[in-house]
């Protein structure tokens, strides 16, 4: 395995301004490329993040075969690149890696423009589930009734995957109409469990564009509705496990080649949906909250800074609980690429903390073209750019990858924490602590290191009291996540001396 080298600059940090991680921001860790780099790869066509685990894709690399390239994290937070995966029926054009999306359990690499048997362009999914510590195929998925030039999960925007359900968007279909596919498994075997098409009339609308789901709710962009202005479908699941339509949003000052659409992303009752031709492509994103009856309203319309090129904005995004991140990245434009990150304050408000950019980024790299989210982490494509993890091997178009990490996002505020009635004590520790929840039953622990690797995680813990011996730690500082039955998620820092 290669090992990337991995910025320290975090610990300098905190040994400088001391440990408290309220204001601490996102710093890169690492930047990783393909070990079989060759020009015009377009490595970081597409990104998907765990806590252990990280995905790029590589669209465009042999022939446009595509290829999917694998990254764990060791004990000290390194990231490994342990693992290279391909379709076991490649085909040139296939753009095997398009999307990716990667959970708990198994990872999903998209082939958007795949061939299957005579059918062209019809796209297929392939399936890995993680075994024997391993990232073993399991199984490809195609369209039932699959067709030519459909685009099954053509772009990063275009899958998704939750629990036992990947959706993707087939947004080429019936003249780029479009159509959206669920999934599920059952009994350990995936299956087609339902297609959906556009609640409104035929048109080529790019239904599918972009998926998001997100527990009983579903999000489906078509960025080519009326003039691409652009919508997103919201549809709920009913008692039998089908997807029903819900409900139409678009944004509240809406125009023509605005591209409504392009990319949502959903969670809980947040919801963010990318206009990157907005504003002649400048870009905006929209935010919209579901309100006590049920409905999505538009809260908030995010723009990046000013510049004199078009930005993109809004071109990916990504959502988790209270943090967004909306990408910018000046396509062919002369200035280098932007990821944003957003805080949702106490008031509702979503305020930009901070604007991520590459170490070695510049114009035409297309850093922000695919960007995903998990927890403190972050990972950002580049799919244009040209050097290797060191700056140096130019090499046209192979592209690379960004990884990030914020160690204050572990959880939620401290405000949170105190709403929640959780105490932890004694702090600082020596041996053992205990963990106590007045008004909610602990359902999951997780603890953390500081520099985010996972150290301990006990599921069905069901208890409001709970004590443990970290006597076997280093000193220093740590982070235990709480999930609480309820499904809020609040953290503790912790000190052992």
């Not at 999917?68 to 004990?75: C, L, R």
Request: net charge negative; aromatic share 10%.
């Amino acid at each position: 395995m290669t090992k990337i080298n991995i910025t320290k600059s975090i610990f300098i940090l905190f040994c400088l301004f001391g440990i408290t991680t309220a204001k601490a921001q996102f710093t890169q860790t690492a930047k990783v490329v393909s070990t079989n780099r060759e020009s015009r790869a377009e490595y970081g066509t597409s990104v998907a993040i765990t806590e252990n685990f990280a995905v790029v894709g590589a669209s465009r690399e042999t022939i446009a075969s595509g290829a999917a390239y694998i990254y764990s994290k060791d004990s000290q937070g390194n990231w490994m690149n342990s693992q290279r995966l391909a379709a076991d029926d490649p085909n040139q054009g296939a753009e095997f890696g398009g999307g990716v999306k990667i959970t708990e359990d198994y990872l999903v690499v998209a082939a958007g423009r795949a061939d299957v048997g005579g059918t062209q362009r019809a796209g297929a999914l392939y399936v890995y589930d993680y075994q024997n510590n391993n990232w073993e195929f399991g199984t490809k998925l195609v369209a039932s009734d699959m067709s030519n030039d459909a685009k099954l999960g053509m772009n990063p925007t275009s899958l998704d995957a939750e629990g036992n359900t990947i959706v993707v968007g087939a947004p080429g279909e019936n003249g780029w109409v479009g159509s959206v596919y669920v999934f599920t498994k059952v009994a350990g075997n995936w299956s087609e469990a339902q297609k959906i098409l556009s609640p409104t009339a035929p048109a080529s609308d790019t239904f599918g564009i972009g998926v998001s789901i997100s527990g009983d709710y579903l999000v489906i962009g078509a960025n080519e509705v009326d003039g691409r202005k652009g919508a997103a479908y919201v549809y709920l699941k009913n008692s039998n496990g089908t997807w029903e339509y819900n409900q139409t949003l678009m944004a509240s000052d809406a125009a023509n080649d605005n591209f409504f659409g392009t990319s949502v992303s959903l969670s809980g009752d947040q919801l963010v949906v990318g206009a990157y031709g907005s504003n002649l492509e400048q870009g905006a994103a929209y935010v919209f909250e579901k309100d006590s009856q049920g409905a999505w309203v538009e809260v908030q319309k995010l723009n990046g800074n000013a510049s004199t090129e078009g930005t993109q904005y809004g071109w990916s995004t990504d959502i988790q609980r209270d943090y967004i991140v909306v990408s910018a990245p000046h396509i062919f434009g002369l200035e280098a690429g932007e990821v944003y990150f957003y805080k949702r304050e106490s008031s509702g408000t979503w305020v930009e903390d901070q604007v991520i950019q590459g170490s070695d980024t510049v114009a035409e790299d297309f850093y922000g073209w695919s960007v995903a989210m998990h927890e403190n982490q972050l990972i950002s494509g580049a799919p244009w750019e040209d050097h290797d993890e060191n700056g140096g091997n130019e090499i046209d178009r192979a592209g690379s990858a960004y990884i990030f990490m914020n160690p204050s996002l572990l959880g939620v505020t401290d405000n949170d924490v105190l709403e929640n009635n959780i105490a932890i004590y004694p702090n600082p520790v020596k041996d053992n602590f205990n963990i106590e929840s007045l008004s909610k039953t602990i359902s999951n622990l997780k603890v953390y290191s500081i520099t985010g690797t996972l150290l301990r995680e006990m599921k069905n813990v069901n208890a409001n009291t709970l004590g443990l011996n970290i006597s076997n730690y280093t000193n220093g500082v740590y982070f235990v996540n709480l999930t609480l039955d309820d499904g809020s998620t609040v953290v503790k820092k912790i000190i052992k001396h």
